[in-house]
């Protein structure tokens, strides 16, 4: 798809408010979860894909993830995943970092249930309670304070949500992320306009036809996106399945 630099000034113009949205605010240590499990479906659910890409994933976080401590305190590392799913990623990478605290969101309060359950049950403690966000907004709607966050992740969101979620993304990136601090992205991009392989292509097509707003992002109009919002792409890295991890690093 070629960029189109008016969705940026429309996501502004959405970004200004937190679009009525029932915010609620970064977790603590302690929290209990919001809500009831009943009215989040408190199914811990399993994800085919999520269970097949998280060890190639975790063994990329290595490479890139630092934390001083095996301990939670006021100064470990935040770790922010925009749009959680099921909650089983968090799970798999945490105990590896157990000095980094570990924040799951999601915009479907469905999957609250599941990502609950993973967090309470990880054995290290460092998975906090997932809070509602919808990435359009400012995560100052729900208590981020700019230039505090030391990782984002997100990983297939950006192919099945509308572009405006993808300028949502690096624009809070831009703004929250510590300086020098890192985004890290995860799915199937084209490059250069062109899909590769044709198990890619027809992955495309059957997402536009679900829905018209739904696609593979390209490498280079995320690469334009990045730079208007202080990140550069420091490193692509080739993963299973036709897939790409992207690493950014906030200037």
Not at 101 to 121: C, M, R
Not at 191 to 217: A, C, E, M, V, Y
Not at 227 to 249: A, F, G, H, Q, V
């Amino acid at each position: 798809m070629k960029f189109i630099s008016g969705k940026i000034r429309l996501f502004q113009n959405i970004s200004k408010t937190c679009n009525g949205l029932r915010s609620r605010p970064m977790s603590k240590s302690n929290d209990i979860f919001y809500g009831s499990q009943d009215s989040y479906k408190g199914e811990k659910l399993i994800y085919p894909a999520a269970t097949r890409n998280q060890e190639p994933i975790l063994q990329v976080l290595k490479r890139f993830i630092i934390s001083d401590t095996d301990i939670i305190n006021d100064e470990s590392p935040t770790f922010v995943e925009i749009s959680s799913g099921s909650g089983q990623h968090l799970a798999h990478f945490a105990p590896h970092f157990p000095g980094v605290k570990f924040q799951p969101s999601e915009v479907d309060e469905n999957l609250f249930g599941s990502i609950s359950i993973y967090a309470t049950n990880c054995l290290t403690k460092n998975i906090l309670q997932p809070i509602l966000l919808d990435i359009r907004n400012k995560l100052s709607c729900y208590g981020f304070e700019e230039n505090s966050i030391d990782y984002m992740y997100n990983a297939n969101m950006m192919h099945i949500t509308p572009f405006e979620c993808t300028l949502g993304l690096f624009e809070n990136a831009g703004k929250y992320l510590k300086p020098e601090a890192l985004m890290i992205t995860y799915g199937p991009y084209s490059k250069d306009g062109i899909i590769t392989p044709q198990s890619n292509i027809d992955f495309d097509i059957s997402l536009k036809q679900r829905d018209s707003l739904w696609g593979l992002r390209d490498i280079n109009d995320l690469v334009r996106i990045g730079e208007e919002n202080n990140l550069t792409l420091i490193d692509t890295i080739e993963m299973p399945s036709n897939n790409k991890t992207l690493i950014w690093k906030k200037d």
